[in-house]
Nanobody, 116 residues
Framework: VQLQASGGGLVQAGGSLRLSCSAS????????MAWYRQAPGKQRELVAI???????NYADSVKGRFTVSRDDAKNTVYLQMNSLKPEDTAVYYC???????????WGQGTQVTVSS
């Protein structure tokens, strides 16, 4: 299983970015796919999740600004981030847990930096 995250970068406050998580070795539509982030000196936190059943859930800090989506044909999960704030600065990781083995898989992370 490999998760390839991309799309990070430097953006001004109020701007937007779209992160992508391309998966191989799993079918994203059969798995809960999540985005986490880790800011310097802080613990990794859950940002958003797209369940295998098509439901979504978000951290309170990003509700109304971030949207998680899935493209089954591309086996890819996205995180659309709007109205970005400096406090959104972090390394963003995509994540899934294998349904049978419960092994946890992480993408390599993509840096998002929001300047004020």
């Amino acid at each position: 299983v490999q998760l390839q995250a991309s799309g990070g970068g430097l953006v001004q406050a109020g701007g937007s970015l779209r992160l992508s998580c391309s998966a191989s070795g799993i079918t994203v539509s059969n798995n809960n796919m999540a985005w986490y982030r880790q800011a310097p000196g802080k613990q990794r936190e859950l940002v958003a999740i797209f369940t295998s059943g098509g439901n979504t859930n978000y951290a309170d800090s990003v509700k109304g600004r971030f949207t998680v989506s899935r493209d089954d044909a591309k086996n890819t999960v996205y995180l659309q981030m709007n109205s970005l704030k400096p406090e959104d600065t972090a390394v963003y990781y995509c994540n899934t847990v294998a349904r049978v083995t419960f092994r946890v898989y992480w993408g390599q992370g993509t840096q998002v930096t929001v300047s004020s």
